[in-house]
């Protein structure tokens, strides 16, 4: 788990990006390939910390924000439950379809947070056929696709989680790729040491493999735990993301067929801090999702839950702001 922290995530070169287009699509190859890049193995610190700790109770939102089409409204619906952290998947940074932004910097500058970044996917192309309506240029800048996690209090200290490395979106013989959305990466985690008026914790984003079946996201989960309990042991924890619980898990795609539930339990966790009900809808990228889903999750250990809730994605004025509800909670 030692990655490098930056102000600026190095852009991959002209050279580098050749070097990807000709590599065999293989998982050894995709491996060097993910070695080789410095930003696919750090983490980017950034913006502006508020407090100096959190309270006794405090406030985590997760959310998966669908690309983050609109990160300036996105930051004002947060208004609504007042978070002190936020948990966000799905966040890109230079891409075409998110006007070359980097859309986790925008907003924690719009609420007033430091933010942790780390990169799941350098994309090679534009994206599937409705992202390409929003796109400002044939071309991404930077390429980047991430996890993030903002925050009111400055960070101790931060890691990013390499969850797999075998390429399940380059890798050929892995039997998982999709010719519409070529990338370089895989799932992570971003991890981060708070302070807070009882002691330090950590808070965790995450998001597993939705092209995957339970078996493989409990292997994910598994790695996951390991590795926060070498960056945080004995510290509570707040893990919170996009599970994608039931997916690939025909007929009925039921989140309570997912065996990662245990797996946690078992390690002290609780999945008290979730909401009941789905959060997952339609939305401009994906207007016509095959089913409604429960794919988002808040698990803690060491910690109490004191409220808990779904905020809609649609905002005041309509828009669909993600296919994914956010989930949050009041935890002390």
Known sequence: MTVQTFETLPAVTLE????????????EAHRDLLSSLPAMNAVQVGGRATSTHLQSDFTVAAWNVERCLFPEETAAHLGKVCPDIVLLSEVDHGMARTAQRHTTEVMADALGMTYAYG???HELDLGGATERGFCTDDFNSLGWHGNAILSS????????????????????????????????????????IIPAT????????????????????HQQFQRLLDEIDAFAPGLPVLIGGDLNTGNHLPPDFDWRRETLFGLAER????????????????????????????LDWLAGRGLKCLDKGILTSISDEGT?????????CRTG
Request: glycine fraction near 6%; charge should be negative; proline fraction near 9%.
């Open 153 to 192: 209090v400055p960070f101790e200290r931060t890691a990013m989680i390499r969850l797999d490395d075998h390429g399940p979106w380059f890798a050929s013989d892995t039997g998982a790729t999709d010719p519409d959305q070529p990338r370089v990466g895989g799932r992570n985690a971003i991890a981060a």
């Open 16 to 27: 580098q990006r050749n070097a990807i287009l000709a590599a065999p699509r293989t998982a």
């Open 119 to 121: 990169v799941e996917f």
């Open 198 to 217: 009882q002691g330090s914790l950590c808070v965790v984003s995450t998001h597993l493999e939705s092209n995957a079946d339970a078996a493989h996201r």
């Open 267 to 294: 390690q002290g966790y609780s999945w008290s801090f979730t909401a009941e009900g789905p959060t997952t809808r339609p939305s401009l990228i994906t207007p016509h999702p095959e089913r409604v889903m429960k």
């Open 320 to 328: 669909p702001l993600s296919d994914h509800d956010c989930v949050w």
